[in-house]
Structure formats: structure tokens, C-alpha cells
């Protein structure tokens, strides 16, 4: 037995799928399932049960699978031990991540992490429900990093950073009764169809609790998987939308205040599970910074 058979056979036994597993693991399938295989036949037991559809815990492997989290996790502090004192760092880092985070320049960020710590692989991915997924893998350990678009109060578990915090505004088709309005109710807007993006999204999640709050409801009539595609559906007349700010020009709309307060945070967050990872608290420290310099 090995840490790397451990490592298959929790990514597999997060994913549910040898597939989705290799491609996080960027692995090929055959090898991550030959790598479960030999931890199977090194414990005489098996782990995992499979079917063409899904791949299941067997009773044993869902007891060792917290085991195996606490093995893998003890082996990143053995090998980020040091890690500040100047030693070269190893390991991979996964990190969840959103669209329309242009202004955050994150190419840029990870570029600046790269060449001072060129050993350590950095694997990014998105989630189909965009910051509830990535809050909820950060929290079961299967992401190390993620930015979020929820208020810092609750994610106080994952150690948010604030990065952005901005109000959110209200986007019309310029012909809209109340795109000459200096601002507007988020009442008056609900009795028009919605743009907007999927449930889960942070932005999304924000909105429905504030109407829901305020027993208004309102109906989403297109859904768009990138928040910077969204002027362009309310320009074409499919909805009006309530976004946060945007951070460039939005050509074609009304973009006009909204009255009541309120605001969207992107947050930087971490796993309780990596922040002992010394490469993690250096992406961190990268990722926080309000300015980035040159280099």
C-alpha cells in the first residue's frame, strides 16, 4: 500500500465516478483504477463496488475513507514541513473558481505563484452550481482553495478573505418603463421576467434570500452560465436582471441603483483540511494581495 493508492481511491470515492476522479487526479482512468485495485487486494478487502452507472462505497470502504483523509492529510504537513524556511515546495493545489473574475486578473496571480513556487501543480476547475458547489467541496476537503460569492459571515469555517465587495444594480433594456428611474425597488422589478444565472451561484443565492425574505417573488425566464453574458440577454429584451456591479462597460443597458441595500462579496476561501499546507498559505498570501506586482 501507498499514499497515491490512497489518493485514488478517495478522489474516487468523492466523485462517485473512476472518470470524473481521473480527470481531477489528471490521471488516466486505467491507472487510477489499477491503483484502487492493488489497494484491494494489499487490504483483502473491497472498497468500492461498481455498476455502468455509479460507484458506490462497500461498508469498509466508508469506514476507512476518513482514515484515508487523515492519512493523505498528515502526509501534506510532513512534506510542507519547512516549507517558510525556504525549502522548495511540492504538491498540488485545487482550486475552485468562477467566470467573470477578469478585474482579479487570476492568470496573472497563479503566474506569480508559479515562478516562485514552480514544483507545486495547481489544478483549477468549476462547479455546475458555481460558489454553493465550491463552499461544499472546500468543506468536504475535495477542493484546497476556492473563490466564493457569499458574504464573509458565512464562511467563517473556511477563513475568507474579502476580495471584492460591491453593490448590486439593476440592468434594463434601454425602452423599460423604469430605465429613467434614478433608482429602483427590487418589488417593482420582480413584476418583469428575470436573466439570470443558475441556482447556486453566489449572486443568484443572495437575490432569492433577499425577495424571499421580503415575501416578493419573481420569475427567472433565462438562465446564463457566465454572469458577463448577462447584458447581453437583457439587451435582446429576454428579462431585466439584478447583478452586482459590473466592472467594465456594459454596452446597450440601463444600468440604474438599486433602493434597498444590497451588496455581493467575492471571498477567497480554503479547506480546513489544506491551510497546514504551507504551498496552500503561500497561494493565499498571493491571492490576497490587493495589488500585484510585476515579476
Known sequence: ??????E?????????????????LNAVQSTVSAGVAALEKDLRYAVLTRSTRRVELTPQGAELLPIAERILADERKIRSIGGDQGETLRGRI???TLTSLEWLDLPGRLGAFHRQHPDV???????????????????????????????????????PIVLQDTPF???????????????ISLAALARDGFVDVPTGFGNRTMVDRYLAAQGVR?????????LTTV??????????AVVPRPSGEARGVVIRG??????????????????????????LRVLGRRELKAG
Not at 439593476?170 to 433608482?183: G, R, S
Not at 419573481?218 to 457566465?226: A, F
Not at 447584458?231 to 431585466?240: E, F
Open 258 to 283: 438599486l433602493a434597498e441595500p444590497l451588496r455581493w462579496q467575492l471571498c477567497l476561501v480554503s479547506s480546513p483540511k489544506a491551510r497546514d499546507n504551507e504551498a496552500v498559505r503561500q497561494l
Open 1 to 6: 500500500m501507498d499514499t497515491r493508492q490512497l
Open 94 to 96: 485545487r482550486i475552485g
Open 231 to 240: 447584458p447581453d440577454y437583457v439587451r435582446a429584451g429576454l428579462g431585466v
Open 169 to 183: 444594480v439593476a440592468m434594463l433594456p434601454p425602452t423599460h418603463p423604469l430605465a429613467t428611474e434614478t433608482t
Open 8 to 24: 485514488y481511491f478517495v478522489t474516487v470515492a468523492q466523485e462517485r465516478s473512476f472518470t470524473q476522479a481521473a480527470a481531477r
Open 121 to 159: 501543480k495547481l489544478s483549477l476547475a468549476q462547479r455546475p452550481r458555481g460558489s454553493s458547489d465550491i463552499a461544499r467541496d472546500l468543506r468536504a476537503g475535495r477542493l484546497d482553495v476556492g473563490l466564493v460569492g457569499f458574504d464573509a459571515a458565512e464562511l467563517a469555517d473556511l477563513a
Open 218 to 226: 419573481r420569475s427567472v425566464l433565462v438562465e446564463v452560465p457566465d
